[in-house]
């Protein structure tokens, strides 16, 4: 069974562009969480979405949005991007909504923003 | 606010050594609690989980962890460590909404030979 799936794997952006990641979750699997790891933050919880709707939302700025569609598929989006934005991008999914089932992650996309 | 630490940045143990891997939570009921393991280059996988129980959790890779409420801890054991152990590990309480995970900032372990 097909593992989750992060595209791409490596970004290079410039400082002020956008960006869309893009997540499938595992066959079956309806909800989708982000996660932002660094080396001075750690990991942190961006997002949240469970059928096609956004469940909850960790502290970061507005410009980090997200979305998911019907067949469970979830993009986020990073407008303005900011040399701060530079990080793995870690995607989750588990069958039912929340964190507590226990999470299966995709291999994430490590941005880098010059 | 719900918090975890991993009071080890880095540990190194020798192949065929035994292993703990030290976490404390701060929460105030029963906590859903996690261990991970992230490989360089690669997301996390999951190790096990506590829900509620037998505070002793067997995991996969022959991991397992044991829940003390009176210390709020959750350390993660291995009795015999191979070199593919080597990688950083991640100690998760869930919120209180249960909708994020927590994280500690990890251990990593190294394996000499």
């Known amino acids: 069974k097909a593992g989750v799936t992060q595209t791409p794997r490596y970004l290079i952006k410039t400082r002020g562009q956008q960006v869309t990641l893009s997540c499938s979750p595992i066959?079956?699997?309806?909800?989708v969480s982000w996660y932002q790891q660094t080396p001075g933050q750690g990991l942190q919880f961006l997002f949240e979405y469970f059928s096609e709707t956004q469940r909850n939302k960790g502290n970061f700025p507005g410009r980090f949005s997200g979305r998911q569609f019907s067949n469970s598929r979830s993009e986020m989006n990073v407008s303005t991007l900011e040399l701060g934005d530079s990080a793995l991008y870690l995607c989750?999914?588990?069958?039912?909504?929340?964190?507590?089932?226990?999470?299966?992650f995709g291999s994430g996309t490590r941005l880098t923003v010059v | 606010a719900q918090s975890v630490t991993q009071p080890d940045i880095h540990i190194t143990v020798s192949e065929g050594a035994s292993l703990e891997l030290r976490c404390n939570y701060s929460?105030?009921?029963?906590?859903?609690l996690f261990w991970y393991v992230q490989s360089p280059g690669q997301g996390l996988q999951l190790l096990l989980k506590y829900f509620s129980g037998d505070t002793l959790v067997q995991g996969i890779k022959g991991f397992e962890a044991e829940f003390k409420r009176s210390q709020s801890s959750f350390n993660l054991r291995k009795p015999s460590v191979h070199w593919s152990d080597a990688a950083e590990y991640f100690c998760?309480?869930?919120?209180?909404?249960?909708?994020?995970?927590?994280f500690g900032k990890g251990t990593t372990l190294s394996v000499s030979s």
């Open positions: 989750a999914s588990s069958l039912e909504a929340g964190a507590n089932y226990g999470y299966t």
């Open positions: 066959s079956g699997h309806r909800s």
């Open positions: 998760a309480v869930g919120d209180q909404a249960g909708t994020a995970l927590i």
């Open positions: 929460y105030g009921a029963t906590p859903y």
